[in-house]
């Protein structure tokens, strides 16, 4: 017995209080979403390709750098 009292049938709500139970087999959404998720964590991790470019590009830079800040130009005595 609940403590709840009876509601009138026009004052029920027509979709289901609590979620039907799963029966847990996976179906191809699923297994859609999880290659998807799989996929997603592989891209997020950097390759050695692009860690290496991504190193060349900063030695690049750094050098770059150097050459503006020491470069004295044409200066005439």
């Given at each position: 017995?609940?403590?709840k009292p009876p509601l009138p049938?026009?004052?029920?709500s027509p979709?289901?209080?609590a979620e039907s139970p799963?029966?847990?087999?996976?179906?191809e959404t699923?297994?859609?979403v999880k290659e998807l998720a799989a996929a997603r964590?592989?891209?997020l991790q950097p390759t050695r390709t692009q860690i290496g470019?991504?190193?060349a590009v900063g030695i690049g830079s750094a050098a770059i750098v150097a050459g503006l800040?020491?470069?004295r130009g044409n200066h005439r005595k």
């Open positions: 017995m609940t403590k049938e026009e004052v029920q979709y289901p209080i799963h029966d847990g087999a996976d179906n699923v297994a859609a964590k592989r891209r470019i991504g190193a800040l020491y470069w």
